[in-house]
Each structure stands twice: as structure tokens, then as C-alpha cells.
Nanobody, 123 residues
Framework: QVQLVESGGGLVQPGGSLRLSCATS????????IGWFRQAPGKEREGISC????????YYADSVKGRFTISRDAGKNTIYLQMNNLKPEDTAVYYC????????????????WGEGTQVTVSS
């Protein structure tokens, strides 16, 4: 049974940093692409990053490129999203996902979702 459990969200001031973690179980990280989506109030869910180890592909949406970094620790079965230079427009619920597709142009077709963690960027 696949499980994804996010943690690390919270309130941070503009310009600050947070690292989100996603503890996984029920599968091997070597067998799946990984990714992060977010949903801001009143907006649709947005795929912001993914990593496909087999294809050697890492994707970032333009809105987070240069500020966010996706990574994984297969030994700890954990996925991470390091978020730097946070902006108020980054305020959203962040979801760890296992996507069907992760390519250089985007991430889509999510097979599994975590429950999400709230990130609020405000002074």
C-alpha cells in the first residue's frame, strides 16, 4: 500500500526558507518518478517540480525555478523540497506525488497523492 506523508510546512517570512519532507512507504523510490504539486487559495493545483531518475530529468515550473530544489534519499525512503527565497505567492498547500509522467516540460497524471502540508509566506 503506497503512502506519502508530508511534513515541514509552516509560517515563514518573505525571503525565508523551508524544507518539506515526504516520508514514503509501500514502494521503492527507484521504481517511480517523484514530484511536488501545490494549490493556492482559489486556484487549481499546479505541478511545480518532478524528478525522473531513470530518464535523468528534473523539472521546475517557471514560478519556482532557481529557488526550489527537489531531491530524494532512497535509503530513508524520503522525498524533499528545499524552498528558498520564499514569496507571498508561494503560499499554498504542498503535495508530494508519484506522477505518471515527469518530463522536461512538466509533470502530470498523478497516481498517488499525499495529504498535503500548508506553507504560508507572510510578514
Amino acid at each position: 500500500q503506497v503512502q506519502l506523508v508530508e511534513s515541514g510546512g509552516g509560517l515563514v517570512q518573505p525571503g525565508g526558507s523551508l524544507r518539506l519532507s515526504c516520508a514514503t512507504s509501500g514502494f521503492s523510490l527507484d521504481d517511480y518518478a517523484i514530484g511536488w504539486f501545490r494549490q493556492a487559495p482559489g486556484k487549481e493545483r499546479e505541478g511545480i517540480s518532478c524528478f525522473n531518475s531513470r530518464a535523468g530529468i528534473t523539472y521546475y515550473a517557471d514560478s519556482v525555478k532557481g529557488r526550489f530544489t527537489i531531491s530524494r534519499d532512497a535509503g530513508k525512503n524520503t522525498i524533499y523540497l528545499q524552498m528558498n527565497n520564499l514569496k507571498p505567492e508561494d503560499t499554498a498547500v504542498y503535495y508530494c506525488v508519484l506522477p505518471t509522467a515527469c518530463a522536461g516540460v512538466g509533470v502530470w497524471g498523478v497516481d498517488y497523492w499525499g495529504e498535503g502540508t500548508q506553507v504560508t509566506v507572510s510578514s
